[in-house]
C-alpha cells in the first residue's frame, strides 16, 4: 500500500516563529487532507487539498501532487497550534484515507 | 451544523464485558461514516466505514463490529472486550466519499479496558 512519511516527527518552536511541516508519499494520490489534533484529543480537518495552495488565516498548505509532497506553512506560531498534525491521503477510487503518523509541534511561550 | 456527537467522553470496562459507543451526526442526510481507532503513540486505523443505513465495510478483522440503523447513526459493539481493545476511538464523517470531500472528526471516547 502507500506509504506516507511526515516529517519532522517532533518540532519545537518558540511563539511567533514559523515553521514548514512536510509530507511525502509513495504514490500517486487523489486526495491529500491536513489535520491538527490537540492536546486534548480533538481532531480538527485544517485543509482539503489534493493539488495547489491554500490559505487559511495563519496556516497555509501546498501540494504538489506531480512530485508527491505536501507542506503545511504555520506563521507566526501560537501555543494554541501545539499539538499532532497529521496528513492523509486517498489513492484510488476507494474510501480509505492512510494517514502518517504525525508530527508533534510544542509551541513555547 | 455538521455536528457528530459521541458519548460517553470516557470509559473504563473489565475485559470479558460488552461495549456499544454511539455516534451521531447532525445537518446533511446520507453521510458517509466512519469509526477510526488511534492507539497509544499516534496511529489511526479505519475500522469501519458506512455509505448508507444497514451498509458496513469492515477494514480490519477484530473483535468489534458496526451498525448503522439510522441515517445519521452508528454504532460500535463488542460483545466481549479484550485488553488490546483499549484505545482512542473516533467517529467521523463526510458529505460525499473521502474521494472527494473532507473528513470531519468527533471529540472522540477514550476507552480503558481493566
Known amino acids: 500500500g502507500i506509504q506516507v512519511e511526515q516529517s519532522p516527527p517532533d518540532l519545537i518552536l518558540q511563539e511567533g516563529a514559523n515553521s514548514t511541516l512536510r509530507c511525502n508519499f509513495s504514490d500517486s494520490v487523489n486526495n491529500l487532507q491536513w489535520f491538527h489534533q490537540n492536546p486534548w484529543g480533538q481532531l480538527i480537518n485544517l485543509f482539503y487539498i489534493p493539488s495547489g495552495t491554500k490559505q487559511n488565516g495563519r496556516l497555509s498548505a501546498t501540494t504538489v501532487a506531480t512530485e508527491r509532497y505536501s507542506l503545511l506553512y504555520i506563521s507566526s506560531s501560537q501555543t494554541t497550534d501545539s499539538g499532532v498534525y497529521f496528513c492523509?491521503?486517498?489513492?484510488?477510487?476507494?474510501?480509505?484515507?492512510?494517514f502518517g503518523k504525525g508530527i508533534t509541534l510544542s509551541v513555547r511561550p | 451544523s455538521q455536528t457528530i456527537h459521541q458519548w460517553p467522553a470516557t470509559l473504563v470496562q473489565p475485559v470479558g464485558s460488552p461495549l456499544s459507543l454511539e455516534c451521531t451526526v447532525e445537518?446533511?442526510?446520507?453521510?458517509?461514516l466512519y469509526w477510526y481507532r488511534q492507539a497509544a503513540g499516534r496511529g489511526l486505523q479505519l475500522l469501519f466505514y458506512?455509505?448508507?443505513?444497514?451498509?458496513i465495510s469492515s477494514e480490519v478483522p477484530q473483535n468489534l463490529s458496526a451498525s448503522r440503523p439510522q441515517d445519521r447513526q452508528f454504532i460500535l459493539s463488542s460483545k466481549k472486550l479484550l485488553l488490546s481493545d483499549s484505545g482512542f476511538y473516533l467517529c467521523?464523517?463526510?458529505?460525499?466519499?473521502?474521494?472527494?470531500?473532507?473528513?470531519?472528526f468527533g471529540n472522540g471516547t477514550r476507552l480503558t479496558v481493566t
Open positions: 467521523a464523517r463526510s458529505i460525499g466519499t473521502v474521494y472527494n470531500s473532507p473528513l470531519h
Open positions: 445537518g446533511t442526510s446520507n453521510p458517509n
Open positions: 492523509a491521503v486517498l489513492t484510488g477510487a476507494n474510501s480509505k484515507l492512510t
Open positions: 458506512s455509505v448508507g443505513i444497514g451498509q
